[in-house]
């Protein structure tokens, strides 16, 4: 069974848009639900609670982030996880350079270039991952630019914070996002270096089972258990 993770797509089988043209018969996004039925657009896996049902084969909270035209309104929906044709991903982040201004590409290519050399993956979510997925608007004049970047410890987060912070006053887009450890775990890279540091007592950690409080005394080895902090 395919594990689950934050931002990650589902594509989803006939059965499903059934299902969820059923939940959204009376809402003022069911025409963007339509749209997305008709062009095979995937939805977006969502907080799952602090149940493990879904990890487990049974019911699937999922989200669709409209586009522009429905001023970006969010839809929460369920399916179960039979109903489920395949799994994927938002678009790697090398994807977007065409959808960046022309003076900002070299700098955006050498920055994927360098998170791929440092053995990082990182993918574009929100506005410019849905514009990439879609074709459909998203995009307004400050739109930043959202990274999820898979990392595989701490020290390997510490490395790849300190190279979006290098690039983070430079001239492109502001760079938003995550650093993803191997649990499914996920800190804000703007927050990760000033809790790293001291700066901070404690920073928000999220996985597909909520949000809790990390204390700088329990160490970044603690990320991804389940005893949560009051947050």
Not at 15 to 39: D, F, I, K, N, V
Not at 58 to 71: D, N, T, V, Y
């Amino acid at each position: 069974m395919t594990p689950l993770h934050r931002h990650q797509l589902v594509r989803l089988q006939a059965s499903g848009w059934r299902a969820l043209r059923a939940q959204a018969a009376q809402t003022a996004l069911q025409p963007c639900l339509a749209l997305w039925e008709a062009r095979g657009l995937p939805l977006v896996v969502g907080c799952q609670g602090a149940s493990a049902q879904a990890r487990s084969g049974g019911e699937l909270r999922l989200g669709l982030a409209a586009p522009i035209a429905w001023q970006r309104q969010r839809l929460a929906l369920r399916v179960d996880r039979s109903q489920v044709g395949w799994f994927d991903e938002f678009p790697l982040a090398a994807r977007i350079e065409p959808m960046l201004p022309r003076p900002l590409r070299a700098s955006w290519q050498r920055l994927c270039d360098r998170l791929q050399y440092e053995g990082a993956v990182a993918r574009v979510y929100g506005s410019h991952g849905w514009q990439a997925l879609t074709g459909l608007p998203y995009l307004h004049p400050g739109s930043d630019i959202d990274l999820w970047i898979t990392v595989q410890d701490a020290d390997h987060a510490d490395a790849i914070a300190a190279l979006l912070e290098a690039q983070a006053y430079g001239p492109m887009p502001r760079l938003d996002g995550e650093l993803c450890f191997p649990d499914g775990s996920a800190v804000a890279w703007r927050e990760w270096r000033p809790w790293r540091s001291g700066a901070v007592r404690q920073v928000l950690v999220k996985d597909l089972g909520g949000a809790w409080l990390l204390d700088a005394g329990q160490g970044a080895a603690r990320l991804g258990r389940r005893e949560r902090a009051a947050a």
